[in-house]
């Protein structure tokens, strides 16, 4: 009896268990999901407009800087002033005023006294800059009224 010794075939590769694959799955989304929080979050702070009453505004101007923010407060009766690019006026909470130079047109409501949110930054961080606004925002009442049309007309007109 003579043995032929033969080579043992080599073992075949075990495959990669399916629990290293799912944790390698999960780590990626994990990975993932916090790059989209951060660049979600960078994106936001960029586009945040703070809001102040016209006393945190003053006592944070020099922190402020120019960084853009909404001023909101009162317009004072008489203090508006037309000028060739906008309006100059003043606006106080009751404890500080501001004065406020606004670039472009009004709101139709805007008039002394009415309460007003004024987009914009400071001048400088001088104490007597005035704040520059871009942009006005005014609240209105809740009640919508539409105007009065005249629908027993009926003369149609065809272009």
């Known amino acids: 009896m003579t043995a032929t010794a033969t080579a043992p075939a ?5 495959p990669v268990p399916r629990r290293r694959a799912r944790y390698v799955f999960a780590v990626g989304g994990c990975v993932v999901a916090v790059v989209a929080i951060i660049v979600l979050a960078v994106v936001l702070s960029q586009n945040v407009v703070y809001f102040r009453t016209v006393s945190e505004a ?3 101007r020099a922190s402020e800087g120019t960084s853009r923010f909404r001023l909101a407060g009162g317009v004072v009766d008489g203090s ?4 060739k690019d906008g309006v100059d006026f003043r606006v106080t ?3 500080d005023t501001v004065t406020v130079h606004h670039v472009g047109d009004t709101p139709p409501l805007f008039k002394n006294g009415a309460p007003v949110v004024c987009e914009g930054h400071w001048a400088s961080r001088s104490a007597s ?13 809740a009640d919508y009224t539409p105007p009065k049309v ?5 003369k149609a007109t065809t272009g």
């Open 150 to 154: 005249d629908t027993k007309q009926t």
């Open 10 to 14: 080599p073992a075949p590769r075990p």
């Open 58 to 60: 003053v006592h944070r």
């Open 80 to 83: 508006i002033r037309e000028t």
């Open 93 to 95: 909470d009751g404890k």
């Open 129 to 141: 800059a005035a704040f520059v606004s871009d942009r006005i925002l005014i609240k209105h009442g």
